[in-house]
């Protein structure tokens, strides 16, 4: 049970020197996407499972009620919003910020049609956890890479260095407090809603103990 104790990203031998990197190795970006796009994955197999979205994607479908845009564009309008209150954390964006805002805003776009959509509530309860999981497993490979955090991460990262609290306990509270804006704005939530919103920080905490743990071996 260490990994719910993390308080840092960890560094291997495949990460990025530092976040504002503009000449990467290629291996480095190459991790990177695949994170991206397993975490956009993620999300998407929780809308589909239709028991509640991700707390964030439950912010954004309760501006789609009340805008119009789909939940792909809000996602990208929320992920610039958030970079703002990266200005007072003193987070340092990168390529990996970039790349993290267009490519898991397109994957929840492009994937949400050909993904399962279950009708039995056990199956819609296991395919929560299994986006959650993925979810996190995917912040820990982008977040090693150290190419700079996605807009949500850069916030729980910059928010957990200003607390000193375990990143899972900091990243609990932030999706506590995003459903209940969400879900203020019309946003749907349920039990995918609360196991996304209780399992990402330790999930997340998960993802970077493994993946670190993997490279070193």
């Not at 991700?54 to 501006?63: I, K, N, Q």
């Not at 199956?123 to 700079?148: D, H, M, P, R, W």
């Not at 209940?180 to 609360?194: D, E, K, L, N």
Request: glycine share 12%; aromatic share 10%.
């Amino acid at each position: 049970m260490k990994f719910f104790l993390i308080k840092s990203v960890p560094i291997t031998k495949w990460s990025s020197d530092k976040p504002l990197n503009f000449s990467p190795k290629p291996l480095t970006i190459f991790i990177l996407c695949i994170g991206l796009v397993l975490f956009g994955l993620g999300e998407s197999l929780l809308i589909t499972a239709a028991i509640g979205m991700s707390p964030w994607t439950v912010l954004a479908e309760g501006l789609s009620v009340t805008t119009g845009l789909s939940i792909g564009k809000l996602t990208f309008i929320i992920s610039l919003g958030v970079l703002l209150l990266w200005i007072p954390l003193k987070q340092h964006a990168g390529i990996g910020t970039v790349l993290n805002v267009i490519i898991i805003a397109a994957v929840i776009e492009w994937s949400l049609p050909y993904l399962p959509h279950p009708d039995n509530f056990l199956a819609k309860t296991i395919q929560a956890i299994i986006g959650t999981l993925i979810v996190g497993l995917a912040s820990g490979i982008y977040l090693i890479a150290n190419l700079g955090p996605g807009p949500r991460d850069g916030l729980m990262t910059g928010c957990q260095r200003l607390t000193d609290l375990p990143i899972a306990w900091v990243r609990v509270f932030l999706e506590v407090l995003v459903i209940s804006i969400g879900w203020s704005f019309g946003g749907t939530i349920g039990i995918g809603t609360a196991i996304f919103a209780f399992g990402v920080g330790p999930a997340v905490s998960l993802g970077l103990y493994s993946i670190a743990s993997i490279s070193k071996k």
